[in-house]
């Protein structure tokens, strides 16, 4: 059974916008975090950013803040990301992660729930 699935990504031009959503089962948003990494080939996974479902405090990677907005929607079970301002660089497969297993919130062996991903390509 997947545990979370993610729609919206895309191809667009450099400054364009994507919003990217996560839906997850409802246990992965019982007062903990979820996140959304990132990944190119031959490169690690990054860290894109995290929000904690319950105080909905969030949290950015500085490549990405003042762009990027993670949010959640408890009531229909789904996480966004709302990609502003895109560069070339900002293009890669990107992932919702959930089941917070402690730790950095930053590092995805964390979490213990991937979706399949989802790509975004910009284009300059």
């Known amino acids: 059974v997947q545990a979370q699935v993610e729609s919206g990504g895309g191809s667009v031009q450099a400054g364009g916008s994507l919003t990217l959503s996560c839906w997850a089962n409802?246990?992965?948003?019982?007062?903990?975090?979820m996140g959304w990494f990132r990944q190119t080939p031959g490169k690690e996974r990054e860290w894109v950013a995290t929000i904690h479902t319950g105080a909905g405090t969030t949290y950015y990677a500085d490549s990405v803040k003042d762009r990027f907005t993670i949010s959640r929607d408890l009531r229909n079970l789904r996480m966004h990301l709302q990609m502003n301002s895109l560069t070339p660089e900002d293009t890669a497969l990107y992932y919702c992660?959930?089941?917070?297993?402690?730790?950095?919130?930053?590092?995805?062996?964390?979490?213990?729930?991937w979706g399949q991903g989802t790509q975004v390509t910009v284009s300059s």
């Open positions: 409802r246990y992965y948003y019982r007062d903990t975090y």
């Open positions: 992660a959930a089941d917070f297993r402690g730790g950095a919130w930053s590092q995805s062996e964390n979490f213990r729930k």
